[in-house]
């Protein structure tokens, strides 16, 4: 059964990068793409871009761009979340999410999600 | 890319119906069949109810239906029940291959 566990949370000052990792198995890692959804407390959803794990090509929303690098290793079947620069406002639960369909007739939903990993950005 | 506008909450009784809508733009909503619809129970992840604007995915229930006209995609919950409390979400893909999710609508039955 298709299965993503996420790293445990985190406690970040201002101004540090946070780390997260999602491993993946269940399935073939490198024919789904994967994206990465936020979401702060109290608030709603936020896509924060997506990466195709057969050549590792990223798509970040613009609001990320410069902030963002997500990365994985297909040796082990994961993938990585990294966000610089941290502020309050980045103060969310991070899910990776994957995107159903193979990528060749990507589905444009996503069919299962990580259990989530909290972030606390605070001094 | 701003968020689809979503009702912040809605309300109904058991049994009765009630429908949530997504305004976007002729950029998201109104370009691509690829509207989805996502119900979250508090503190769980998300879950898929409806993509492509109105399909089902296998295992949800067929109370749960989806449609859209122009800019705007609306989720319908038929014979509520106690179970379909939740905060609910569409999604839509844009056309700056990007995506972007409504504000949530909360749905109290009463």
């Known amino acids: 059964q298709v299965q993503l566990v996420q790293s445990g949370a985190e406690v970040k000052e201002p101004g540090a990068s946070v780390k997260i990792s999602c491993k993946a198995s269940?399935?073939?890692?490198?024919?789904?793409?994967m994206h990465w959804v936020r979401q702060a407390p109290g608030q709603g959803l936020e896509w924060m871009g997506a990466i195709n794990p057969t050549h590792g090509g990223t798509s970040y929303a613009q609001k990320f761009q410069g902030r963002v690098t997500m990365t994985r290793d297909t040796s082990t079947t994961t993938l990585y979340m990294e966000l610089s620069s941290l502020r309050s406002e980045d103060t969310a639960v991070y899910y990776c999410a994957r995107e159903a369909g193979e990528i060749a007739v990507a589905a444009k939903y996503f069919d299962y999600w990580g259990q989530g990993t909290l972030v606390t950005v605070s001094s | 890319q701003s968020a689809l506008t979503q009702p912040a909450s809605v309300s109904g009784s058991p049994g009765q119906s009630i429908t949530i809508s997504c305004t976007g733009t002729?950029?998201?909503?109104?370009?691509?069949?690829?509207v989805s619809w996502y119900q979250q129970q508090p503190g769980k992840a998300p879950k898929v109810m409806i993509y492509?604007?109105?399909n089902r995915p296998s295992g949800v229930s067929n109370r749960f239906s989806g449609s859209k006209s122009g800019n705007t995609a609306s989720l319908s919950i038929s014979g509520l029940q106690a179970e379909d409390e939740a905060d609910y979400y569409c999604?839509?893909?844009?056309?700056?291959?990007?995506?972007?999710f409504g504000g949530g609508t909360k749905l109290t039955v009463l």
């Open positions: 492509d604007v109105s």
């Open positions: 002729s950029s998201d909503v109104g370009y691509y069949n690829h």
């Open positions: 269940g399935y073939t890692f490198t024919t789904y793409y």
């Open positions: 999604k839509s893909y844009t056309t700056s291959n990007t995506y972007v």
